[in-house]
């Protein structure tokens, strides 16, 4: 039985109730036996992988691999995943470091293929490391199967920490925010941008990110997210926006549970939704 994300409501609403229930939830949905399959897989192969060409050859190793780094719709470009991983990331020139997208150097560096020290899928760890990171996406992507906006903002909580402890995060690191899509799409959202923003020159654009960060949290340096507390400030007005933006309706999903849990005063408990997830699994 496949297991979907239980989110009974959208908007701010929504992803606390989510949150309260993340880990539950997390622990049904990693017990699929579709996903198991595809971890024990991994787990049991990927140590015998030692180079790009051995792992973009076998789809199933490949689907988990591009799957942690949240780049599951390249399964099916081999060459252009072969040639980011084989050409590592320590070469300026290398094929990832041209990308705008920095997730493609990720993938590449916990790789390494293509750098000195060579492989790391023999390292202790490394199988866990990935499959860690694979469940997870994927339980994001469920998430995202019924509300695109919750998915973004998951992995926005995440994600961010690259960026806030980057060694220039007042400058080179919003230009790898506005490369990293979903990350860019929380900000843009949350600043209440338009899609004419990315018509700008890309140096007006980073400095009107800043400007707006430094109006609504006080500096215009991504180091700000560092705190987890403004992580969770900027993903709440991201999903206001959102919900301002798409207008609730009687049609909207999650419509009913959202009037019941404003007309409540005191909301919706752990334990029930809880005892709702456990349920479901």
Do not use: C
């Amino acid at each position: 039985m496949t297991f979907a994300p239980i989110i009974p409501a959208s908007g701010v609403t929504g992803f606390r109730l989510l949150s309260q229930t993340e880990a539950t939830q997390r622990a049904v949905f990693d017990r699929q036996p579709s996903l198991a399959r595809d971890v024990d897989y991994f787990a049991s192969k990927i140590s015998d992988v030692t180079s790009a060409q051995d792992l973009v050859s076998d789809r199933r190793l490949l689907r988990v691999a591009l799957g942690a780094f949240g780049l599951d719709d390249e399964i099916d470009k081999g060459a252009f995943v072969r040639k980011i991983l084989a050409e590592g990331t320590e070469d300026p020139e290398a094929f990832a470091n041209k990308l705008v997208d920095p997730r493609y150097v990720k993938f590449a560096k916990a790789f390494g293929f293509g750098d000195f020290l060579g492989a790391r899928t023999g390292d202790v760890g490394f199988s866990g490391e990935i499959t860690a990171a694979y469940k997870e996406r994927q339980f994001e992507r469920a998430v995202g199967d019924q509300d695109p906006a919750m998915r973004l903002a998951l992995n926005f909580r995440h994600e961010i920490a690259t960026y806030a402890n980057a060694a220039d995060p007042e400058n080179s690191a919003w230009f790898s925010v506005m490369g990293d899509l979903p990350v860019r799409n929380v900000f843009e959202g949350a600043f209440g941008l338009t899609s004419a923003f990315s018509q700008l020159d890309i140096d007006r654009q980073r400095d009107e990110l800043k400007d707006l960060n430094n109006r609504f949290f006080g500096t215009k340096s991504l180091e700000v997210f560092q705190d987890s507390a403004e992580v969770e400030n900027l993903i709440n007005r991201f999903l206001v926006q959102k919900s301002i933006q798409d207008g609730p309706s009687a049609n909207t999903k999650g419509f009913t549970a959202l009037t019941l849990l404003s007309n409540a005063a005191t909301g919706v408990g752990n334990l029930s939704i809880q005892n709702l997830v456990l349920s479901s699994g």
